[in-house]
T-cell receptor, first 112, second 113 residues
Framework: DSGVTQTPKHLITATGQRVTLRCSPRSGDLSVYWYQQSLDQGLQFLIQYYNGEERAKGNILERFSAQQFPDLHSELNLSSLELGDSALYFC???????????FGPGTRLLVL | GENVEQHPSTLSVQEGDSAVIKCTYSDSASNYFPWYKQELGKRPQLIIDIRSNVGEKKDQRIAVTLNKTAKHFSLHITETQPEDSAVYFCAASRSYGNNRLAFGKGNQVVVIP
């Protein structure tokens, strides 16, 4: 157990819908990262927050957005969902930039 | 920013043999190099890491070596077992500036019983 929690574990929804994925970082970690992993693909970095502020953006679609709250948990919002958005979404956290990232168990999203 | 590449993309080894995965990085200022193991459908887990002030680190059957001059680092798994079958990701970061961990695309290791 990495100490990073994600909810829900599984999510099944329809095209066009909107979902919210939630992540709680390890105690004391200020950075939260979101990754998308499609079948047989690597880890696609989406976005990073540090202590409530957006720190870096990767290959995140405009239909996706995220935020980090004062208690440091983070939410990833996915809207106007398409079939191709079906993937594993991982959250990771670290104490600071450049340090070890600890991954949560992931949310498996299936868009039908 | 940092660019990390892994070779080979897939590696098959006989149980009991050794496996070596190599990563190259582009940023000479990178000084932290972790390796993650991801089993099917599970989260990536840190298995070993190395910092640039050492050339090698070992933990039981796994070891990581670092060549700063050539800008590459390798994961060595000895006496491979079926449970070593997984995808392995390497990563690199620096301690200042744009220092988010940059991940390689991953290597699929298959241990054949």
């Amino acid at each position: 157990d990495s100490g990073v929690t994600q909810t829900p574990k599984h999510l099944i929804t329809a095209t066009g819908q909107r979902v919210t994925l939630r992540c709680s970082p390890r105690s004391g970690d200020l950075s939260v990262y979101w990754y998308q992993q499609s079948l047989d693909q690597g880890l696609q970095f989406l976005i990073q927050y540090y202590n409530g502020e957006e720190r870096a953006k990767g290959n995140i679609l405009e239909r996706f957005s995220a935020q980090q709250f004062p208690d440091l948990h983070s939410e990833l919002n996915l809207s106007s969902l398409e079939l191709g958005d079906s993937a594993l979404y991982f959250c990771a956290s670290s104490v600071n930039d450049g340090e070890t990232q600890y991954f949560g168990p992931g949310t498996r999203l299936l868009v039908l | 920013g940092e660019n990390v590449e892994q070779h080979p993309s897939t590696l098959s080894v006989q149980e009991g043999d050794s496996a070596v995965i190599k990563c190259t990085y582009s940023d000479s200022a990178s000084n932290y190099f972790p390796w993650y193991k991801q089993e099917l459908g599970k989260r990536p887990q840190l298995i070993i890491d190395i910092r640039s002030n050492v050339g090698e680190k070992k933990d039981q059957r796994i070891a990581v070596t670092l060549n700063k001059t050539a800008k590459h680092f390798s994961l060595h798994i000895t006496e491979t077992q079926p449970e070593d079958s997984a995808v392995y990701f390497c990563a690199a970061s620096r301690s200042y500036g744009n220092n988010r961990l940059a991940f390689g695309k991953g290597n699929q290791v298959v241990v054949i019983p």
